[in-house]
């Protein structure tokens, strides 16, 4: 399933560019900044030549689909909606993102699973790469000081780089700050009380955010 659609003015510019015909620089520059593997209709006027449906087959972003209504198209797609560069002239009851226009950003999202233990390494390794230049860290997580907060300790120690930062803990009843203050004298921690409203568990730094569906516990190996 592919992730996205395009407007047909988008389609005819990355079809351009793939054929090296005279594309436009700065829109082809600003797709690829959004772009995603798409969808196309089978009906998609230049594919009525024999040649092109071979020559974009083996293209890592098209996937080519049966005819369908533009409802269907995006219905088609993994995160239903359409990457468009100017308005629809009637107003689509499906989701477009206006890649021309200033006030809407993608936030791109990437994501892992590691069911075995030992694969566990490889994430903290990349955790522990996103978090090496982080100015503030802060761990949202009600369960750090419930679910083996030794494990958990260990964790940090390994996760966070040791360096003057601010470091803020967003769990229940935590009453380990001392355990945090002696592995690295230089964090400044925080302890605030966990909210009730909240049920993420996350990482977040002044560059990214990564959501823990299990908690911090579960990275442990």
Request: proline share 5%; net charge negative.
């Amino acid at each position: 399933m592919a992730d996205l659609a395009l407007s047909d003015y988008l389609m005819d510019e990355y079809l351009k560019y793939k054929f090296q015909e005279n594309f436009d620089t700065n829109k082809i520059r600003k797709l690829f900044k959004y772009i995603l593997p798409f969808v196309m209709r089978e009906s998609y006027p230049l594919l009525s030549d024999p040649s092109i449906p071979m020559q974009l087959e083996n293209d890592p972003l098209i996937e080519i689909i049966d005819n369908c209504s533009d409802e269907e198209l995006i219905q088609s797609t993994r995160l239903k909606l359409m990457l468009i560069d100017k308005p629809i002239t009637s107003a689509p009851t499906f989701t477009t993102v206006n890649i021309s226009g200033l006030s809407e950003k993608l936030q791109p999202k990437y994501g892992a699973s590691y069911p075995n233990s030992t694969d566990k390494n490889k994430a903290q390794a990349h955790i522990k790469a996103l978090l090496s230049d982080a100015h503030w860290i802060k761990i949202t997580d009600g369960y750090i000081a419930n679910n083996d907060w030794n494990s958990n300790k260990a964790l940090i120690n390994t996760l966070i780089p040791h360096k003057k930062l601010d470091l803020t803990i967003v769990t229940n009843n935590f009453t380990q700050k001392s355990d945090l203050e002696a592995i690295c004298n230089t964090w400044n921690i925080r302890t605030p009380q966990f909210p009730s409203n909240i049920h993420d568990r996350y990482i977040e730094t002044d560059k990214v955010k990564i959501l823990l569906s299990s908690g911090l516990f579960h990275l442990s190996s």
